[in-house]
Nanobody, 123 residues
């Protein structure tokens, strides 16, 4: 499956962005999905995950209560709604899909990755 992430940009602290992850070439509805982020010189870190049918989600501690992961299997698209953004949320955000249809915060679970989209939050 191929993934295309979009929706990043520059936003002021306290603002919102919605990232999208469009999937093609596979049965998206059977894949678990995750969002990760990375800043230069640091490891890729877990942001959020959702299971294949969208019934369960899990979040990294730093984004709980601010970010919401969702998916629309009819549109083969996943989303990450980011509210109350902070400068420390600045990173390249990656969407990922896994043949394992459950939840996973481990990037090694995911076989397919999008190209990343830059999110910059100014103070």
């Amino acid at each position: 499956v191929q993934l295309q992430a979009s929706g990043g940009g520059l936003v002021q602290a306290g603002g919102s962005l919605r990232l999208s992850c469009a999937a093609s070439g596979g049965t998206f509805s059977t894949y678990g999905m995750g969002w990760f982020r990375q800043v230069p010189g640091k490891e890729r870190t877990f942001v959020a995950t959702i299971n294949s049918d969208g019934s369960s989600t899990n979040y990294g501690d730093s984004v709980k209560g601010r970010f919401t992961i969702s998916r629309d299997n009819a549109k083969n698209t996943g989303y990450l709604q980011m509210n109350s953004l902070k400068p420390e949320d600045t990173a390249v955000y990656y969407c990922a899909a896994a043949r394992y249809g459950g939840l996973s915060s481990n990037y090694r679970t995911y076989q397919f990755w999008g190209q990343g989209t830059q999110v910059t939050v100014s103070s």
